[in-house]
């Protein structure tokens, strides 16, 4: 991959940097991110290392460099230390009012031909009767599991 995006720390920056990764008490990714961009300094006080060397050094892989390289380069250090924000915040889909629905109908009777029901059929019958859109077999069960309910 070309060395499209060249790091070069002032030595406030630098300092910032070693003080992070001196001190311990940094998360472990903030750590790799300021090593990482510690060893592919290309300014004075820097001698920089090849992406691949910085990746297989850190544990990390040539790819998260060149990411980590372009966030500095392009907004800042900041922004290459800290988490990319999440583009769409993720929404609670399913709140104590849909347990209290899945737990009254997986301790009613079973359907006919059934002796007891099971994580598809609940899956099946929420959507039927309209409580959900859609909902995954894996859903039904960590919903049944977070309450302690046992299809047995």
């Given at each position: 991959m070309a060395n499209r995006y060249k790091v070069t720390l002032t030595q406030t920056e630098r300092n910032q940097l070693t003080e992070l990764t001196r001190s311990g008490k940094s998360t472990a990714?903030?750590?790799v991110h300021a090593r990482a961009l510690l060893l592919c300094d290309?300014?004075?006080?820097?001698?920089p290392w090849k992406v691949v060397d910085v990746?297989?050094?850190l544990g990390v892989t040539s790819r998260t460099i060149e990411h980590l390289k372009q966030r500095f380069v392009e907004e800042g250090l900041e922004s290459a230390l800290?988490?990319?924000?999440?583009?769409?915040?993720r929404?609670?889909?399913f709140d104590g009012e849909f347990d209290?629905?899945?737990t009254a109908l997986a301790c009613s009777q079973a359907p006919a031909g059934y002796q007891r029901w099971t994580v598809r059929l609940l899956a099946d019958k929420l959507v039927e009767l309209k409580i959900v859109d859609t909902i995954s077999t894996m859903s039904v069960q960590r919903s049944l599991k977070k309450t302690n309910c046992v299809l047995t």
């Open positions: 990714a903030k750590f290309a300014g004075k006080g820097g001698d990746a297989a050094a800290g988490r990319k924000p999440q583009r769409k915040p929404e609670a889909t209290a629905r899945l």
